[in-house]
């Protein structure tokens, strides 16, 4: 099984500024990663797949980047609405799919 | 638009089975370009997924989860359902259904239902 880890588990950031995600995979996943939003009280939302392609209704601000094992998701200006729990997860090496721990974005 | 929407009891008592069905709208459930599968949260925590069923009825389970769990398909009602016998406390968690394109660029959720596993 394919472990994922994701620092740091929670990242406190102003409005306004940039912040990093990261997320490491305990083998090689290539390029299948994907990224998710979570919200409180709602289903995770695809962000990213493939990495670094962004899915459909999410802004330019939200980039993914990485192969491999190591894998970065940055939000180049946060908004208000941005700040959620983020969720990387391999689809590779399966079953089973394995997600991260999560990372909580909060405002600093 | 496609909708998923869970449904099935939302207590369960420990050691028996948890059956959740999810109803699909707006898309066949025949569709040879997705799979169908079942994801869960317990409170506060993280997710982690239990398994995938393709229109073929071919099953794909976690192997953490696989000795309790079946996936099933049913065409005629455009429903998927999961089944988890020998439930406990550790059960206890938001069961998400949700649709995936076979190369992951397409993702749909339900809302999600709460299961407690509680006597």
């Known amino acids: 099984e394919v472990v994922m880890t994701q620092s740091p588990a929670t990242l406190s950031v102003s409005p306004g500024e940039r912040a990093t995600l990261s997320c490491r995979a305990s083998q090689s996943v290539n390029s299948n990663l994907a990224w998710y939003q979570q919200k409180p009280g709602q289903a995770p939302r695809l962000l990213i797949y493939?990495?670094?392609t962004r899915a459909t209704g999410f802004p330019a601000r939200f980039s993914g980047s990485g192969s491999g094992t190591e894998f970065t998701l940055t939000i180049s200006s946060l908004q208000s609405e941005d700040f959620a729990v983020y969720y990387c997860q391999q689809y590779n090496n399966w079953p089973p799919y394995t997600f991260g721990q999560g990372t909580k974005l909060e405002i600093k | 638009q496609l909708q998923l929407q869970e449904s099935g009891p939302g207590l369960v008592k420990p050691s028996e089975t948890l059956s959740l069905t999810c109803t699909v709208s707006?898309?066949?459930?025949?569709?040879?370009?997705?799979?169908w599968g079942w994801i869960r949260q317990p409170p506060g925590k993280g997710l982690e997924w239990i398994g995938n069923?393709?229109?073929?009825?071919?099953?794909y389970y976690n192997p953490s989860l696989k000795s309790r769990v079946t996936i099933s398909v049913d065409t005629s009602k455009n429903q998927f359902s999961l089944k988890l016998t020998s439930v406990t406390a550790a059960d206890t968690a938001v069961y998400y259904c949700?649709?995936?394109?076979?190369?992951?660029?397409?993702?749909?959720w339900g809302q999600g239902t709460l299961v407690t596993v509680s006597s």
């Open positions: 707006g898309g066949s459930i025949s569709s040879s370009s997705y799979y």
């Open positions: 493939g990495a670094s």
């Open positions: 069923i393709y229109y073929s009825g071919r099953t």
């Open positions: 949700a649709r995936t394109s076979l190369n992951w660029n397409d993702v749909d």
